[in-house]
Nanobody, 125 residues
């Protein structure tokens, strides 16, 4: 079992920055890989960013590439999503997720067995 708790969401003006965090507990951090997804009102949950299984390579949705950065602190079992140059269309509930099966697609919701409760990010224009 993996427990995930997000924090750090809030209200920010367009062009601003925000960092959300995801603290993991339960299984050994190195035994799974992490990602961020988001869900805007009335829309499906979508992929935002993820680590490769090794944790070395990062992947981003085209809509956030160059603006968002996923990072991790293994000593704290925490994953971060630094969001810069925020736009109103980035408004969503942001979820962290843990993938435990090697070889599954990092882009699919169904590849992730564990999810946090989500944290709201609102970007005002």
């Amino acid at each position: 079992q993996v427990q995930l708790v997000e924090s750090g969401g809030g209200l920010v003006q367009a062009g601003g920055s925000l960092r959300v965090s995801c603290a993991a507990s339960g299984r050994t951090f190195s035994n799974y890989t992490m990602a961020w997804f988001r869900q805007a009102p009335g829309k499906e949950r979508e992929f935002v960013a993820a680590f490769s299984w090794s944790g070395i390579t990062t992947y981003y949705a085209d809509s956030v590439k160059g603006r968002f950065t996923i990072s991790r602190d293994n000593a704290k079992n925490t994953v971060y999503l630094q969001m810069n140059s925020l736009k109103p269309e980035d408004t969503a509930v942001y979820y962290c997720a843990a993938r435990t099966q090697f070889g599954s697609s990092r882009y699919l919701l169904t590849s992730y067995a564990y999810w946090g409760q989500g944290t709201q990010v609102t970007v005002s224009s």
